[in-house]
């Protein structure tokens, strides 16, 4: 198949992009470079096409989708607090972007599209685990734009037969994961510091839960997406359907890094939401997901990669 990805160069896309390209299909990817890195590529660098353009670029975006079969759509700001500091940037990539994305596969044909949405979209809705039925209250610039992105999907599936399936992720760690902003997720951080001895400081009491998900297990629902038929217009979780507490992150990290690391406590983040957990049955029953790596063992490769890399 011939696919676009856009973020390709990004964290989550350059894993989507390398497992492409080993399954043998025609690969390019698309992205500005603010966030992503040529070097996430050199994998693949010799069989995949860096298109370095921004997906605010709706001319651009239109000529690199034609003659495209599939295109997964990775490219956004993914910060929270970042949302909250900058909604009109956060709107214009993470609303706007998308909305070029499927007025492109549109326009040019596309058969589908799969978007990486968030777990931001259900907010602090006491429920647990978070099931796709559930009334999605964001609490932030970014929740809200993931969740409209999501709407635009469904409709574009309803409206113009453009296959459109929505992945809300919740929270995905694992190699190339940039730790080098205080926007970046958390694991990224905290194995960052705990490698080079340094201290972290948790937002809170440490309490707040996430469903930590390894980066393989989402690249394998994006594929799941991509070409399972009769799937249109859906929307699923991808987790593990585990919820782990910051402090026992930080456990783990320890016990696999071998020493201790310095905790410090801030304020709660503007924005945060405190418990975070995947019902993960609508995927595994549908798309036969099922998160293979779990987050020890994701853990554990991420902290050999960056040894090996130091
Ligand atoms: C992550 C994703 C977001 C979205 C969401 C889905 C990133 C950067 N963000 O948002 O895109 O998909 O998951 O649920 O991947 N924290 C600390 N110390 C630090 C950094 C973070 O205590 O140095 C806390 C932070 O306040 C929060 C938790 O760790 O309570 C997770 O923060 P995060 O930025 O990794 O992820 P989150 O859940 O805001």
Redesign the pocket.
Known sequence: MKILVTGGAGFIGSHIVERLVREGHEVKAYDNLSSGKRENLAAVASDVELVEADVRDAPQLDFYAAGCDVIFHEA?V????YSVEHPQETHDVNIQGTLNVLHAAKRRGVKRVVFAC???IYGDDPEMPKRETMRPQPMSP?GIE?LTSEYYLSVWSQLYGVETVSLR?????GER?DPGS??????S??VDRALRGAG?????D?G?T??FVYVGNVVDANVRAATTPGVAGRAYNVGCGDKTT?LQLLDTIERIVGSKVERTH?P??A???RE?IADISKIRAELGYTPAVGVEEGLRRLIAHIKERR
């Open positions: 956004a993914v910060s929270v607090p968030s777990a931001a970014y993931k992720y919740f929270n995905v760690f994961q205080p926007y970046s997720g958390v694991i951080i905290f972290v400081t948790l937002f809170g440490g707040q996430r469903d910051l801030a709660p983040r924005g945060d939401i975070s």
